[in-house]
């Protein structure tokens, strides 16, 4: 069974960082396109950073020059590092797993609470 464990969030101040992990389990990962995602409060779900299985990568422009995205082949793992972070930051992030071009094969992980905050 298709399996997305997260972990690395938690409490921040402004400022600081974190690393977000994300372990896949039951799926050929090196074919899948990997991203994060985040959704806060009162809020839509929104595309933070994405690396491509040929390791292109895109980040959402709030992101950019502060948090740094990729992937390892051997392990089944995508990172998040998230330097700099902001209050705005605070959210649930997720990770996810698209097949490209079959995108009915597109996976979730349980999210990670990320709280910024002094």
């Known amino acids: 069974q298709v399996q997305l464990v997260e972990s690395g969030g938690g409490l921040v101040q402004p400022g600081g960082s974190l690393r977000l992990s994300c372990a896949a389990f039951?799926?050929?990962?090196?074919?899948?396109?990997m991203g994060w995602y985040r959704q806060a409060p009162g809020k839509q779900r929104e595309l933070v950073a994405e690396?491509?299985?040929?390791?292109?990568?895109n980040y959402a422009d709030y992101v950019k020059g502060r948090f740094t995205i990729s992937r390892d082949n051997a392990k089944n793992t995508v990172s998040l590092q998230m330097n700099g972070l902001k209050p705005e930051d605070t959210a649930v992030y997720y990770c996810?797993?698209?097949?490209?071009?079959?995108?009915?094969?597109?996976?979730w992980g349980q999210g990670t609470q990320v709280t910024v905050s002094s």
């Open positions: 996810n797993a698209r097949h490209v071009p079959y995108s009915i094969y597109n996976h």
């Open positions: 039951d799926i050929i990962f090196s074919i899948y396109n």
């Open positions: 690396i491509t299985s040929g390791s292109n990568t």
